[in-house]
Nanobody
Framework: VQLQAYGGGLVQAGDSLRLSCAAS????????MAWFRQTPGKEREFVAG????????DYIDSVKGRFTISRDNAENMMYLQMTSLESEDTAVYYC???????????????????WGQGTLVTVSS
């Protein structure tokens, strides 16, 4: 299984950015997917998750209304559209996949079996 996250960069506060995650080696259409983020000295935290069929989506409070998670099962892709970015959003963003088919969206990091390499988002104020 390979997950490749990309799309990060340096932006100004208030700007938008879209992250992408390309998946291979798994039955993507059955996998619950999520975005996590991590800053130096802090634990990796759940940001958003999406169920296999996109019916269920979950966001942490700090990104609700600003971030949108989506997926394209035909292309084995997941996205995170980020708007109104804030300096607090600065982090390395990781995409993750659950190895258990049709799992409900969960925020617990240990429930995700596969991880991408991370893409850095830097928001300057």
């Amino acid at each position: 299984v390979q997950l490749q996250a990309y799309g990060g960069g340096l932006v100004q506060a208030g700007d938008s950015l879209r992250l992408s995650c390309a998946a291979s080696g798994l039955t993507f259409s059955m996998a619950t997917m999520a975005w996590f983020r991590q800053t130096p000295g802090k634990e990796r935290e759940f940001v958003a998750g999406i169920s296999w069929g996109s019916r269920s989506r979950d966001y942490i409070d700090s990104v609700k209304g600003r971030f949108t998670i989506s997926r394209d099962n035909a292309e084995n892709m997941m996205y995170l559209q980020m708007t109104s970015l804030e300096s607090e959003d600065t982090a390395v963003y990781y995409c993750a996949a659950s190895g258990r088919p049709y799992r409900a969206v969960e925020r617990t990091i240990s429930l995700y079996d596969y991880w991408g390499q991370g893409t850095l988002v830097t928001v300057s104020s």
